[in-house]
């Protein structure tokens, strides 16, 4: 035992250590809560034994989410349920952990940037093989061609937007390299049929429109590659929707949910949600619903940012918001108010700018907004593919889901949004394989 503790001081002990904790914070991701936690105690472990390499720099980047936790923190004065905030601010104690660490540690430089992403994009495509040859076998046993789609793809509990969400970033690591062996092509194409598979529409065209950006703005290979290989995405993307019921259903079928990933009442059946679909125009103006109405993705989203609307009105949260993690018995009443089917209360605001003004007021709201545009900033003047990918990316996704209600939703961004914003250099990272 004695033994094994003083290999494990050796090995904490590297200063270049960090790296491969660092690594396995974003590449645990799609595991279960434990392993997360559990991930990110080791890489602050790692980081309090190399004291001895700190080097402090102040980083008004990293100050805006310890920022945030601080205000989450304050919310504890007013919130109107105290357990539910006191357990969301151990959940959301990373916003105040990660980026504290990253303030001491040294500077990541390009190289070991590099070696991060490497790492986490094979790992994303490790798991999306899993994935496959999983379905495969559920469809055998099954027929269900349902299998190989969305949430049952992966599960529910991981959910299928997220793991998109880190699959995607993973396949623009792929996008970026200069030069590609075959290996690599067949893993970014392995990760594209991923997330075209977990039919995240908003996840999917923010992809296509990154993609037709990277090779117009910055790749350096010939005009003429470059536009066989946007033609190329688009056929694959066109043939995909022809060839399959499933994702042309999901893609196509709704108008008033295109763009944003459609949330299946499973206790409503198939007719009834053909005769009873609410419209964008219902969802914003209808006093009293039914029991059996259905709302697409678009139009819950919509009713949400209503339901955020008319507690502004009725109730003094501007400045305070209802307290972190406070906000769900509030949407629970709402729903109740509105007579929606119950089955609704279980969903958050599904927005991250509202579920954070609702919850922490306007200072928290400011407090996200400019870490997205400091982000986005800092991504532009770099120059650096990737970081704009992830800022793009943050600033619309958060649109539609509130991924700082879950830990894996929470890690992902704040380990990638530490990482660009305090490397070592300005000038544009040239990925290497």
């Keep these: 035992m004695k ?37 990110v105690i080791i890489f602050l472990v790692s980081v309090i ?39 969301a601010l151990k959940k959301s104690i990373i916003f105040l952990l ?34 496959f040859i999983l379905a495969i076998y559920k469809f055998t046993a099954t027929q269900n061609p349902n299998v190989f789609f969305s949430h049952e793809l992966v599960s529910l509990d991981l959910n299928a937007i997220y793991m998109a969400s880190f699959a995607s970033f993973a396949m623009f690591y792929f996008v970026s390299l200069e030069i590609k062996n075959s290996i690599e092509r067949l893993a970014m194409f392995t990760l594209l049929l991923f997330v075209f598979l977990l039919s995240s529409r908003s996840l999917f065209f923010i992809d296509l429109i990154l993609l037709i950006c990277y090779y117009i703005f910055f790749s350096k290979t010939h005009q003429g590659v470059k536009v066989i290989t946007v033609f190329a995405f688009f056929l694959f993307f066109l043939v995909s929707v022809a060839s399959s019921e499933e994702i042309k259903d999901r893609l196509l079928s709704k108008s008033e949910t295109a763009f944003v990933d459609n949330i299946l009442n499973k206790n409503i059946s198939e007719q009834e949600k053909r005769e009873n679909n609410i419209t964008i125009e219902e969802a914003w103006n209808r006093q009293d619903f039914q029991q059996n109405n259905f709302f697409p993705g678009t139009a819950l989203r919509v009713f949400q940012v209503r339901v955020f609307k008319e507690m502004l009105d009725e109730q003094n949260i501007f400045f305070t918001g209802f307290g972190l993690g406070a906000s769900q018995p509030e949407i629970e009443k709402k729903v109740e108010e509105h007579q929606l089917s119950l089955g609704y209360k279980i969903f958050n605001f599904h927005n991250q700018y509202i579920q954070t003004f609702a919850e922490l007021g306007f200072f928290g709201f400011l407090t996200l907004i400019l870490m997205l545009l400091v982000n986005l900033k800092n991504a532009i003047y770099n120059q650096n593919f990737l970081h704009l990918v992830f800022a793009v990316t943050m600033i619309i996704l958060l649109l539609t889901e509130s991924m700082f209600c879950r830990q894996r939703g929470i890690i992902f961004f704040i380990v990638l949004y530490c990482i660009f914003n305090s490397m070592e250099h300005i000038k544009p990272i040239k990925v290497k394989a």
Excluded: Q
């Design 49 to 87: 034994v190399n004291f001895k390499y700190w080097n402090f720099s102040f980083n008004k980047a990293l100050i805006l989410p310890i920022l945030l936790y601080a205000i989450m923190m304050l919310s504890l004065i007013w919130t109107n349920d105290y357990d539910a905030t006191l357990s």
């Design 98 to 131: 990660i980026p504290a660490a990253f303030l001491v540690i040294p500077k990541l430089d390009t190289n070991n940037i590099s070696k991060i992403f490497k790492i986490f994009s094979y790992s994303m495509v490790f798991y999306a093989v899993y994935f």
């Design 3 to 39: 033994d094994f503790f003083l290999h494990m001081k050796s090995e904490l002990s590297d200063p270049n250590r960090h790296i491969y904790f660092l690594a396995l914070l974003i590449v645990t991701l799609p595991l279960n809560f434990a392993v997360g936690s559990i991930s």
